[in-house]
């Protein structure tokens, strides 16, 4: 080889390690970045997602709104039904509070009369009782003249011819004292009927001046509370009045404030639209850094990332042979290896679920990822995925039972059994590539989040794609 030659070769041996060590840089860069720009996009998202909660309380705000004008509209109906219905009441009531003033009035004359004809009653009764006393004279009276008749008329039938016209009008006389008796006893009978007759007349007439006594009380009685009812009536008007013109203020003021409602949701609504078009840009950004950091480790140059790819293809190849061992055993059968009818566990919040291969991974796969999490404290987690980001069998840390009632402490510490399809599990569990590296925020519960690197590998059973290995690393 010559001098040109041999300098060619060094030049170009040069500028392969410069390119290299370009690439190893800018793979540092793209990793650096893409974790800047996962948090941003996440900060992005998180303030996209305030903001779209906004704008749902600013539309059931405004639908409120609507609610209470309407609510106000048919209550200003009522109330001016009402105001019309206590109107009429009070009317009536004014005429009725009249008529029984004029009831009132009749009644004291009634009562008036009644007195007067109690007096006049009474008068009568004396002046009966005096007749009496005459009909009794009278009737001593005529005995007397009958006894002396037949005196008389012995006398007479003694004197002979002589005293045969003094015989006649002895009797006469005596006939005429038979007649008056029997008219005197007459005018006593009757005048004891008339005298029982005006006794009743003279109780009917007592209870007749009571009966007027108690209505005139209690018509006093009843027009006083027609009065207060009448006050009540007119209090109630003036309120209703009042009230009607507070309704009507009210919905004019709604009608004005539900356009400025709307605009304010409108925007909020357009904010968060563009705020959500900036994280999907952001995370193609971050997309692209990650497929830079995986063109250079594919090209075999030296990542970041490096030492977690080699974790996560060593251990999803050791998985694979565990499940294809026990396939070959008839441990377990192909098609429980890849049941997905995913079978909810009662009482569970969030939400846990099993497989038919779940028994399975919780006896073999903990001996895999428990020695991983072990050696590598910079490592989070570990643990399998099928392709929908089941994780049937996590690390011991987040396999703790769940506690009834607390959501919260469950959703950090019992991640086992648990589906995980956003879009980082199931990139995770359906990548077929060698290996796939992304950034993202994990939810820890509680509103609390960390940066991560998930580094995953595609796990292969028998040749077909069961899900793949995570390892995911805090930044």
């Given at each position: 080889m010559n001098r040109m030659a041999h300098e060619s070769l060094i030049a170009d041996d040069r500028r392969g390690r410069e390119l290299e060590e370009g690439i190893r840089r800018l793979s540092q860069e793209a990793s650096r970045l893409g974790v800047?720009?996962?948090?941003?996009?996440?900060?992005?998202?998180?303030?996209?997602?305030?903001?779209?909660?906004?704008?749902?309380?600013?539309?059931?705000?405004?639908?409120?709104?609507?609610?209470?004008?309407?609510?106000?509209?048919?209550?200003?109906?009522?109330?001016a039904a009402a105001k019309e219905d206590t109107a009429v009441a009070r009317a009536s009531l004014t005429e009725t509070s009249e008529t029984l003033a004029?009831?009132?009035?009749?009644?004291?004359?009634?009562?008036?009369?009644?007195?007067?004809?109690?007096?006049?009653?009474?008068?009568?009764?004396?002046?009966l009782t005096e007749i009496g006393r005459f009909a009794k004279a009278l009737s001593v009276i005529a005995k007397q003249t009958n006894l002396l008749a037949i005196n008389a008329s012995v006398e007479a039938a003694r004197a002979g011819e002589v005293g045969r016209g003094f015989a006649v009008v002895a009797s006469e006389v005596?006939?005429?004292?038979?007649?008056?008796?029997?008219?005197?006893?007459?005018?006593?009978?009757t005048l004891e009927l008339i005298g029982a007759r005006n006794k009743s007349l003279v109780e009917a007439g007592a209870k007749t001046v009571d009966?007027?006594?108690?209505?005139?009380e209690l018509s006093e009685r009843v027009s006083a509370s027609f009065n207060e009812m009448e006050a009540a009536f007119a209090k109630i008007l003036d309120q209703t009045e009042e009230v009607a013109g507070n309704i009507t203020s009210a919905s004019d003021e709604f009608g004005r404030f539900r356009p400025q409602l709307d605009e304010a949701c409108g925007s909020v609504r357009s904010s968060t639209n563009r705020l959500d078009e900036a994280a999907r840009r952001v995370e193609a950004i971050v997309g692209a850094s990650e497929k830079i950091i995986q063109t250079s480790a594919r090209l075999g140059v030296e990542v970041p990332d490096s030492k977690w790819i080699a974790i996560a293809q060593d251990a999803a190849a050791a998985i694979s042979r565990l499940f294809e061992e026990a396939i070959a055993r008839g441990r377990l059968s192909a098609d429980d290896a890849f049941d997905q009818r995913y079978e909810p566990i009662a009482g569970t919040e969030p939400e846990q679920v099993k497989t038919r291969f779940t028994a399975f991974t919780d006896e073999v796969l903990p001996e895999v990822q428990e020695a991983i999490a072990a050696r590598e404290p910079e490592i989070v987690f570990c643990a399998a995925v099928d392709q929908n980001g089941y994780l049937?069998?996590?690390?011991?840390?987040?396999?703790?039972?769940?506690?009834?009632?607390?959501?919260?402490?469950?959703?950090?510490?019992?991640?086992?059994?648990?589906?995980?399809?956003?879009?980082?599990?199931?990139?995770?569990?359906?990548?077929?590539?060698?290996?796939?590296?992304?950034?993202?925020?994990?939810?820890?519960?509680?509103?609390?989040?960390?940066?991560?690197?998930?580094?995953?590998?595609?796990?292969?059973?028998?040749?077909?794609?069961?899900?793949?290995?995570?390892?995911?690393?805090?930044?």
């Open positions: 800047d720009l996962a948090e941003v996009s996440g900060a992005v998202q998180d303030v996209a997602d305030r903001a779209r909660s906004q704008s749902a309380i600013f539309a059931e705000t405004t639908k409120s709104a609507a609610r209470i004008v309407k609510t106000n509209d048919r209550s200003g109906e009522l109330i004029t009831s009132q009035q009749r009644i004291g004359e009634l009562r008036e009369a009644t007195d007067w004809m109690k007096a006049e009653i009474e008068s009568f009764g004396d002046a005596q006939t005429l004292s038979q007649e008056a008796a029997g008219a005197t006893a007459n005018v006593q009978k009966a007027s006594a108690n209505a005139i049937p069998t996590h690390n011991k840390k987040f396999s703790h039972p769940q506690r009834p009632g607390d959501p919260v402490w469950n959703a950090a510490n019992s991640r086992n059994r648990r589906i995980f399809d956003d879009r980082t599990g199931l990139s995770a569990g359906r990548n077929s590539h060698p290996f796939l590296i992304q950034t993202y925020r994990r939810d820890m519960g509680g509103g609390q989040f960390v940066m991560m690197k998930d580094v995953s590998a595609p796990i292969v059973v028998n040749g077909r794609h069961w899900g793949g290995f995570r390892v995911a690393v805090k930044v």
